[in-house]
Protein backbone atom coordinates (compact mmCIF):
# COMPACT_ATOMS: atom_id res chain seq x y z
CA UNK A 1 0.00 0.00 0.00
CA UNK A 2 1.10 3.44 -0.97
CA UNK A 3 1.47 6.41 1.24
CA UNK A 4 -0.20 9.38 0.21
CA UNK A 5 0.40 12.58 2.46
CA UNK A 6 -1.37 15.84 0.47
CA UNK A 7 0.51 18.82 -0.10
CA UNK A 8 -0.41 21.54 2.56
CA UNK A 9 0.74 25.29 2.83
CA UNK A 10 1.37 25.16 6.52
CA UNK A 11 0.01 27.95 9.08
CA UNK A 12 1.12 31.77 8.35
CA UNK A 13 0.70 32.68 12.24
CA UNK A 14 2.28 32.05 14.84
CA UNK A 15 -0.90 32.98 17.15
CA UNK A 16 -1.56 29.49 19.56
CA UNK A 17 -5.19 28.70 20.40
CA UNK A 18 -3.69 26.36 23.06
CA UNK A 19 -0.79 26.72 24.48
CA UNK A 20 0.34 23.78 27.16
CA UNK A 21 3.34 23.97 29.48
CA UNK A 22 4.38 21.47 32.01
CA UNK A 23 1.86 19.68 31.99
CA UNK A 24 1.14 16.87 34.24
CA UNK A 25 -1.56 14.35 34.79
CA UNK A 26 -1.01 11.48 37.98
CA UNK A 27 -3.31 8.51 38.93
CA UNK A 28 -3.38 7.01 42.47
CA UNK A 29 -2.59 8.23 45.79
CA UNK A 30 -1.46 12.08 46.99
CA UNK A 31 -0.80 12.47 42.47
CA UNK A 32 0.37 16.39 43.15
CA UNK A 33 3.44 15.23 45.45
CA UNK A 34 4.67 13.41 42.13
CA UNK A 35 5.70 16.50 39.23
CA UNK A 36 6.95 18.55 43.06
CA UNK A 37 9.53 15.83 43.46
CA UNK A 38 12.36 16.10 41.31
CA UNK A 39 13.25 11.88 42.32
CA UNK A 40 9.98 10.83 41.89
CA UNK A 41 9.06 13.00 38.42
CA UNK A 42 12.33 11.09 36.91
CA UNK A 43 11.24 7.68 37.73
CA UNK A 44 10.03 5.39 34.54
CA UNK A 45 6.32 3.66 35.12
CA UNK A 46 7.45 0.87 36.51
CA UNK A 47 9.31 1.97 38.84
CA UNK A 48 7.22 5.11 39.83
CA UNK A 49 4.03 2.74 40.38
CA UNK A 50 6.30 0.42 42.37
CA UNK A 51 7.48 3.52 45.04
CA UNK A 52 4.14 5.15 44.68
CA UNK A 53 1.22 3.35 43.73
CA UNK A 54 0.79 6.26 41.14
CA UNK A 55 0.68 5.92 37.52
CA UNK A 56 1.74 9.39 35.28
CA UNK A 57 -0.35 9.02 32.30
CA UNK A 58 0.92 12.50 31.43
CA UNK A 59 4.30 13.59 32.15
CA UNK A 60 5.62 17.65 31.75
CA UNK A 61 3.87 17.48 28.74
CA UNK A 62 4.48 21.32 26.76
CA UNK A 63 3.34 22.06 22.91
CA UNK A 64 1.34 25.10 21.36
CA UNK A 65 -1.31 24.73 19.00
CA UNK A 66 -1.73 27.00 16.65
CA UNK A 67 -4.87 28.84 14.53
CA UNK A 68 -5.62 27.04 11.56
CA UNK A 69 -3.03 23.83 12.01
CA UNK A 70 -4.13 20.23 12.06
CA UNK A 71 -2.26 19.28 15.22
CA UNK A 72 -1.57 15.41 15.54
CA UNK A 73 -0.41 13.46 19.09
CA UNK A 74 0.00 9.88 18.13
CA UNK A 75 1.17 7.10 19.85
CA UNK A 76 0.73 3.57 20.70
CA UNK A 77 -1.98 2.69 23.53
CA UNK A 78 -1.00 3.60 26.96
CA UNK A 79 1.22 6.28 25.91
CA UNK A 80 -1.10 8.88 27.30
CA UNK A 81 -2.46 10.85 24.26
CA UNK A 82 -6.14 10.48 25.04
CA UNK A 83 -5.36 11.62 28.76
CA UNK A 84 -3.71 14.95 27.21
CA UNK A 85 -7.01 15.58 24.82
CA UNK A 86 -9.35 15.60 27.35
CA UNK A 87 -6.95 17.75 29.49
CA UNK A 88 -7.04 20.40 27.53
CA UNK A 89 -11.08 20.95 28.20
CA UNK A 90 -10.44 19.59 31.53
CA UNK A 91 -12.39 16.51 31.22
CA UNK A 92 -9.73 15.44 33.21
CA UNK A 93 -8.60 17.44 35.66
CA UNK A 94 -4.87 17.57 35.47
CA UNK A 95 -2.30 17.40 38.34
CA UNK A 96 0.02 19.93 37.41
CA UNK A 97 0.91 22.62 34.21
CA UNK A 98 -0.94 25.10 32.63
CA UNK A 99 -3.36 24.91 30.07
CA UNK A 100 -4.18 28.42 27.76
CA UNK A 101 -7.17 28.82 25.27
CA UNK A 102 -6.37 32.09 23.55
CA UNK A 103 -4.59 33.33 26.41
CA UNK A 104 -6.69 32.16 29.29
CA UNK A 105 -6.06 29.85 31.84
CA UNK A 106 -8.46 26.74 31.37
CA UNK A 107 -6.85 25.49 35.16
CA UNK A 108 -8.59 29.02 36.54
CA UNK A 109 -11.90 29.07 34.82
CA UNK A 110 -15.13 28.40 37.16
CA UNK A 111 -17.72 26.08 36.38
CA UNK A 112 -19.67 28.56 34.20
CA UNK A 113 -16.79 29.40 31.99
CA UNK A 114 -15.69 25.69 31.88
CA UNK A 115 -19.37 25.15 30.31
CA UNK A 116 -18.70 27.96 27.69
CA UNK A 117 -15.39 26.83 26.53
CA UNK A 118 -17.07 23.10 26.10
CA UNK A 119 -19.85 24.32 24.12
CA UNK A 120 -18.65 27.49 21.88
CA UNK A 121 -14.95 26.74 21.94
CA UNK A 122 -13.71 23.66 21.24
CA UNK A 123 -16.15 20.33 20.36
CA UNK A 124 -14.73 16.88 20.49
CA UNK A 125 -15.34 13.87 18.16
CA UNK A 126 -15.18 10.42 19.91
CA UNK A 127 -14.38 7.13 18.76
CA UNK A 128 -17.41 5.57 19.48
CA UNK A 129 -19.16 8.15 18.02
CA UNK A 130 -21.52 9.17 20.90
CA UNK A 131 -24.83 9.18 18.83
CA UNK A 132 -28.36 9.69 20.24
CA UNK A 133 -29.91 6.60 19.18
CA UNK A 134 -33.69 7.90 19.94
CA UNK A 135 -32.79 10.85 17.53
CA UNK A 136 -32.78 11.22 14.34
CA UNK A 137 -29.48 12.43 12.41
CA UNK A 138 -30.39 15.80 11.54
CA UNK A 139 -31.75 16.24 15.53
CA UNK A 140 -28.38 14.41 16.55
CA UNK A 141 -27.05 17.20 14.35
CA UNK A 142 -28.44 19.95 16.24
CA UNK A 143 -27.90 18.64 19.87
CA UNK A 144 -25.66 21.04 20.79
CA UNK A 145 -27.10 23.98 18.94
CA UNK A 146 -30.17 22.96 21.15
CA UNK A 147 -27.49 22.75 24.53
CA UNK A 148 -26.64 26.25 23.50
CA UNK A 149 -30.15 27.58 23.33
CA UNK A 150 -30.60 28.76 19.74
CA UNK A 151 -34.21 28.01 18.63
CA UNK A 152 -36.07 24.73 16.39
CA UNK A 153 -36.16 26.52 13.18
CA UNK A 154 -32.40 27.76 12.87
CA UNK A 155 -30.51 25.04 14.91
CA UNK A 156 -32.50 22.43 12.32
CA UNK A 157 -31.60 25.04 8.79
CA UNK A 158 -27.76 25.11 10.19
CA UNK A 159 -28.18 21.38 11.11
CA UNK A 160 -29.38 20.40 7.38
CA UNK A 161 -26.43 22.58 5.90
CA UNK A 162 -23.78 20.25 7.82
CA UNK A 163 -25.43 17.31 7.40
CA UNK A 164 -24.65 18.44 3.45
CA UNK A 165 -21.53 19.10 4.23
CA UNK A 166 -20.48 16.04 5.22
CA UNK A 167 -22.04 14.20 2.28
CA UNK A 168 -25.09 12.45 4.22
CA UNK A 169 -28.03 14.78 2.61
CA UNK A 170 -31.12 12.59 1.76
CA UNK A 171 -30.43 10.60 4.91
CA UNK A 172 -31.72 13.19 7.56
CA UNK A 173 -34.92 11.20 9.48
CA UNK A 174 -33.08 8.15 9.70
CA UNK A 175 -31.61 6.90 12.90
CA UNK A 176 -27.93 5.89 14.13
CA UNK A 177 -29.36 2.19 14.08
CA UNK A 178 -29.63 2.63 10.24
CA UNK A 179 -26.26 4.07 9.22
CA UNK A 180 -22.96 2.57 8.73
CA UNK A 181 -20.36 3.17 10.51
CA UNK A 182 -18.58 5.79 8.41
CA UNK A 183 -22.18 7.35 8.28
CA UNK A 184 -22.59 7.65 11.82
CA UNK A 185 -19.23 9.25 12.41
CA UNK A 186 -19.96 11.87 9.77
CA UNK A 187 -23.12 12.76 11.97
CA UNK A 188 -20.70 13.07 14.93
CA UNK A 189 -18.45 15.25 12.94
CA UNK A 190 -21.20 17.33 11.53
CA UNK A 191 -22.57 17.56 14.93
CA UNK A 192 -19.38 18.74 16.23
CA UNK A 193 -18.94 21.21 12.92
CA UNK A 194 -22.85 22.76 14.04
CA UNK A 195 -21.83 24.33 16.71
CA UNK A 196 -18.86 26.42 15.06
CA UNK A 197 -16.40 25.73 17.48
CA UNK A 198 -12.65 27.81 17.31
CA UNK A 199 -11.01 24.62 17.84
CA UNK A 200 -12.30 20.44 16.49
CA UNK A 201 -10.39 18.14 19.19
CA UNK A 202 -10.92 14.07 17.55
CA UNK A 203 -9.78 11.46 19.78
CA UNK A 204 -9.40 8.27 17.60
CA UNK A 205 -12.62 9.35 15.64
CA UNK A 206 -11.49 6.35 12.99
CA UNK A 207 -9.62 3.86 14.62
CA UNK A 208 -12.84 1.29 14.90
CA UNK A 209 -13.63 1.63 11.20
CA UNK A 210 -12.77 -0.22 8.09
CA UNK A 211 -9.87 0.31 6.34
CA UNK A 212 -11.73 1.90 3.14
CA UNK A 213 -14.21 3.79 5.33
CA UNK A 214 -11.17 5.03 7.61
CA UNK A 215 -9.56 6.65 4.65
CA UNK A 216 -12.57 8.07 3.40
CA UNK A 217 -13.24 9.61 6.37
CA UNK A 218 -9.51 11.11 6.29
CA UNK A 219 -10.36 12.57 3.11
CA UNK A 220 -12.96 14.72 4.30
CA UNK A 221 -11.15 16.18 7.23
CA UNK A 222 -8.59 16.87 4.50
CA UNK A 223 -11.31 18.57 2.66
CA UNK A 224 -12.96 20.18 5.28
CA UNK A 225 -9.92 21.78 6.94
CA UNK A 226 -8.96 23.30 3.36
CA UNK A 227 -12.13 24.28 2.95
CA UNK A 228 -12.57 26.66 6.67
CA UNK A 229 -8.94 26.47 7.98
CA UNK A 230 -9.95 25.21 11.56
CA UNK A 231 -7.87 24.26 14.08
CA UNK A 232 -7.83 20.95 14.49
CA UNK A 233 -6.27 18.39 17.28
CA UNK A 234 -6.03 14.98 16.25
CA UNK A 235 -5.64 11.90 18.36
CA UNK A 236 -4.17 8.56 16.39
CA UNK A 237 -2.43 5.35 16.55
CA UNK A 238 -1.73 5.02 13.55
CA UNK A 239 1.39 6.77 11.61
CA UNK A 240 0.15 7.05 8.37
CA UNK A 241 -3.07 8.71 9.49
CA UNK A 242 -0.80 11.28 11.56
CA UNK A 243 1.64 12.12 8.40
CA UNK A 244 -1.65 12.10 5.86
CA UNK A 245 -3.26 14.52 8.20
CA UNK A 246 -1.15 16.58 10.51
CA UNK A 247 0.68 19.67 10.03
CA UNK A 248 3.13 19.30 13.20
CA UNK A 249 2.62 15.50 15.05
CA UNK A 250 3.90 15.45 18.95
CA UNK A 251 4.72 11.45 19.02
CA UNK A 252 4.47 10.38 22.74
CA UNK A 253 5.68 7.58 24.71
CA UNK A 254 4.73 6.40 28.44
CA UNK A 255 3.53 10.45 29.26
CA UNK A 256 6.37 12.00 27.30
CA UNK A 257 6.31 13.63 24.17
CA UNK A 258 9.92 11.99 22.52
CA UNK A 259 9.53 14.18 19.53
CA UNK A 260 7.16 17.13 18.24
CA UNK A 261 7.52 18.34 14.10
CA UNK A 262 6.75 18.42 10.62
CA UNK A 263 5.98 14.69 9.44
CA UNK A 264 9.34 15.47 7.39
CA UNK A 265 11.18 16.44 10.21
CA UNK A 266 9.53 13.23 12.19
CA UNK A 267 10.32 11.03 9.12
CA UNK A 268 13.91 12.64 7.66
CA UNK A 269 15.43 13.28 11.45
CA UNK A 270 14.11 10.70 14.00
CA UNK A 271 15.02 12.11 17.35
CA UNK A 272 16.00 8.89 19.14
CA UNK A 273 16.29 4.93 18.17
CA UNK A 274 12.36 4.63 19.47
CA UNK A 275 11.13 7.13 16.91
CA UNK A 276 13.12 5.93 14.09
CA UNK A 277 11.86 2.19 14.73
CA UNK A 278 8.45 4.14 14.61
CA UNK A 279 9.06 5.23 11.06
CA UNK A 280 11.33 2.30 9.50
CA UNK A 281 8.62 1.06 7.37
CA UNK A 282 7.55 4.68 6.05
CA UNK A 283 8.34 5.40 2.27
CA UNK A 284 10.65 8.26 2.40
CA UNK A 285 10.08 9.43 -1.01
CA UNK A 286 6.41 10.34 0.07
CA UNK A 287 6.72 12.44 3.19
CA UNK A 288 10.18 14.44 2.43
CA UNK A 289 10.22 16.89 -0.27
CA UNK A 290 12.42 18.84 -2.04
CA UNK A 291 13.52 21.32 0.39
CA UNK A 292 15.22 18.62 1.90
CA UNK A 293 16.51 16.86 -1.50
CA UNK A 294 17.49 20.05 -3.55
CA UNK A 295 21.10 21.25 -4.15
CA UNK A 296 22.46 24.64 -5.48
CA UNK A 297 22.25 25.38 -8.86
CA UNK A 298 25.09 26.13 -11.14
CA UNK A 299 24.34 28.77 -13.73
CA UNK A 300 23.23 27.07 -16.55
CA UNK A 301 21.11 24.71 -14.62
CA UNK A 302 19.05 27.67 -13.40
CA UNK A 303 18.23 28.47 -16.86
CA UNK A 304 17.04 24.68 -18.20
CA UNK A 305 14.34 21.53 -16.54
CA UNK A 306 11.39 20.78 -15.24
CA UNK A 307 9.91 22.90 -12.08
CA UNK A 308 8.57 21.49 -9.53
CA UNK A 309 7.61 23.52 -6.34
CA UNK A 310 9.82 23.20 -2.62
CA UNK A 311 7.13 21.29 -0.84
CA UNK A 312 6.85 19.21 -3.83
CA UNK A 313 7.12 15.49 -2.19
CA UNK A 314 10.55 13.49 -3.69
CA UNK A 315 8.35 10.95 -5.46
CA UNK A 316 7.00 13.46 -7.70
CA UNK A 317 10.46 15.18 -8.00
CA UNK A 318 11.81 11.66 -9.55
CA UNK A 319 8.96 11.62 -12.09
CA UNK A 320 10.05 14.62 -13.29
CA UNK A 321 13.61 14.30 -13.16
CA UNK A 322 12.80 10.66 -15.47
CA UNK A 323 10.35 12.38 -17.77
CA UNK A 324 13.12 14.89 -18.65
CA UNK A 325 16.39 13.08 -18.61
CA UNK A 326 17.47 16.22 -16.49
CA UNK A 327 17.61 17.63 -12.79
CA UNK A 328 15.03 19.70 -11.89
CA UNK A 329 14.31 23.30 -10.68
CA UNK A 330 13.20 23.92 -7.18
CA UNK A 331 11.14 27.16 -8.00
CA UNK A 332 9.44 29.36 -5.46
CA UNK A 333 7.79 32.75 -6.94
CA UNK A 334 9.85 32.45 -10.33
CA UNK A 335 13.19 32.51 -7.93
CA UNK A 336 15.49 29.10 -8.60
CA UNK A 337 15.88 27.93 -4.81
CA UNK A 338 18.30 24.70 -6.07
CA UNK A 339 17.93 21.95 -8.48
CA UNK A 340 17.50 18.31 -7.81
CA UNK A 341 19.01 15.70 -9.52
CA UNK A 342 19.26 12.09 -9.82
CA UNK A 343 22.01 11.02 -6.83
CA UNK A 344 20.52 13.49 -4.38
CA UNK A 345 16.84 11.86 -5.07
CA UNK A 346 18.64 8.23 -5.00
CA UNK A 347 19.70 9.22 -1.66
CA UNK A 348 16.86 10.48 -0.28
CA UNK A 349 15.02 7.00 -1.08
CA UNK A 350 17.63 4.92 -0.24
CA UNK A 351 17.64 6.47 3.35
CA UNK A 352 21.54 7.91 3.05
CA UNK A 353 20.67 11.41 2.76
CA UNK A 354 22.27 12.26 6.06
CA UNK A 355 25.11 9.45 6.39
CA UNK A 356 26.61 10.83 2.85
CA UNK A 357 25.93 14.56 2.54
CA UNK A 358 23.67 13.17 -0.30
CA UNK A 359 20.69 15.56 0.25
CA UNK A 360 20.37 18.74 1.76
CA UNK A 361 20.45 19.16 5.12
CA UNK A 362 17.76 21.07 6.72
CA UNK A 363 19.73 24.15 7.41
CA UNK A 364 20.96 24.36 4.08
CA UNK A 365 17.62 23.91 2.54
CA UNK A 366 16.28 26.62 5.07
CA UNK A 367 19.03 28.67 4.26
CA UNK A 368 18.79 28.52 0.44
CA UNK A 369 14.65 29.90 1.43
CA UNK A 370 15.70 32.38 3.37
CA UNK A 371 14.35 30.79 6.65
CA UNK A 372 16.18 30.32 9.57
CA UNK A 373 18.13 26.81 10.04
CA UNK A 374 17.20 24.41 12.85
CA UNK A 375 18.98 24.82 16.19
CA UNK A 376 22.40 21.68 15.62
CA UNK A 377 21.82 21.96 12.16
CA UNK A 378 24.74 21.79 10.10
CA UNK A 379 25.22 22.50 6.31
CA UNK A 380 26.86 20.38 4.04
CA UNK A 381 28.58 21.69 1.36
CA UNK A 382 27.91 21.06 -2.48
CA UNK A 383 30.15 20.01 -4.62
CA UNK A 384 31.07 21.87 -7.54
CA UNK A 385 31.90 21.07 -11.27
CA UNK A 386 35.80 21.76 -10.53
CA UNK A 387 35.88 20.25 -6.98
CA UNK A 388 37.45 16.46 -6.72
CA UNK A 389 34.27 14.79 -5.66
CA UNK A 390 32.77 16.25 -9.03
CA UNK A 391 35.57 14.21 -11.29
CA UNK A 392 34.10 11.22 -13.88
CA UNK A 393 36.53 9.37 -11.64
CA UNK A 394 35.11 9.41 -8.19
CA UNK A 395 32.10 8.55 -9.26
CA UNK A 396 32.58 5.77 -11.27
CA UNK A 397 34.59 4.31 -8.57
CA UNK A 398 32.22 5.36 -5.57
CA UNK A 399 34.83 6.58 -3.76
CA UNK A 400 33.53 10.20 -3.00
CA UNK A 401 30.05 11.44 -2.49
CA UNK A 402 29.15 15.02 -3.06
CA UNK A 403 29.91 16.06 0.10
CA UNK A 404 33.26 14.35 0.20
CA UNK A 405 32.29 11.64 1.93
CA UNK A 406 32.23 8.09 1.29
CA UNK A 407 30.01 7.12 -1.41
CA UNK A 408 27.02 4.32 -0.54
CA UNK A 409 28.07 0.81 -2.11
CA UNK A 410 26.85 -0.25 -5.07
CA UNK A 411 23.96 -2.60 -3.44
CA UNK A 412 22.56 0.31 -1.22
CA UNK A 413 22.33 2.66 -4.66
CA UNK A 414 21.20 -0.40 -7.02
CA UNK A 415 18.09 -0.95 -3.98
CA UNK A 416 17.90 3.07 -4.13
CA UNK A 417 17.37 2.71 -7.98
CA UNK A 418 14.43 0.07 -7.34
CA UNK A 419 12.50 2.23 -4.98
CA UNK A 420 12.94 4.94 -6.83
CA UNK A 421 11.27 2.83 -10.25
CA UNK A 422 8.83 2.25 -7.30
CA UNK A 423 7.81 5.30 -6.10
CA UNK A 424 7.29 6.39 -10.10
CA UNK A 425 5.67 3.44 -11.69
CA UNK A 426 8.50 2.86 -14.01
CA UNK A 427 11.98 1.70 -14.78
CA UNK A 428 14.36 4.39 -13.20
CA UNK A 429 17.32 5.45 -16.35
CA UNK A 430 20.92 4.68 -15.22
CA UNK A 431 23.16 8.24 -15.83
CA UNK A 432 23.38 7.61 -19.21
CA UNK A 433 19.74 8.37 -19.48
CA UNK A 434 18.60 5.05 -20.56
CA UNK A 435 15.81 2.88 -18.61
CA UNK A 436 16.92 -0.46 -17.10
CA UNK A 437 15.86 -3.36 -17.76
CA UNK A 438 12.36 -3.79 -15.72
CA UNK A 439 12.32 -6.35 -12.82
CA UNK A 440 10.90 -7.13 -10.06
CA UNK A 441 8.43 -4.43 -8.32
CA UNK A 442 7.94 -3.85 -4.41
CA UNK A 443 5.32 -1.79 -3.29
CA UNK A 444 6.72 0.25 -0.27
CA UNK A 445 5.39 -1.39 3.05
CA UNK A 446 2.32 -0.41 4.36
CA UNK A 447 2.81 1.56 7.52
Known amino acids: MTLTVPTRKPPTTTESVFSVSGLWKVFGPKPERIPADPELSTLDPAGLRARTGCTAAVRDVSFDVRKGEVFVVMGLSGSGKSTLVRCLTRLIEPTAGTIAIDGEDVRAMDRARLRELRRHRAAMVFQHFGLLPHRTVLDNVAYGLEIQGVGKSERRERAAEFVAKVGLEGME ?5 QLSGGQRQRVGLARALAVDP ?11 LDPLIRRDMQDEVTRLHREEGRTMVFITHDLSEALKLGDRIALMRDGRVVQLGTPEEIVGSPADDYVREFVRDVPREQVLTCRTAMRPASAAETATGPAVRPDATVAEAIEAVARAGEPARVMDA ?68 PAGKPAPAPGKAASAAGKAASATGRPAPDRRGQATPPGPRTSPEAV
Request: aromatic share 2%; proline share 8%.
Open 173 to 177: KRRPG
Open 198 to 208: EVLLFDEPFSA
Open 334 to 401: GRCLGVVDQERLLGVVAGVDAETGGGATTAEAAGTAGGAAPAGATAVPAATPDSPAATPDSRTAGTSS
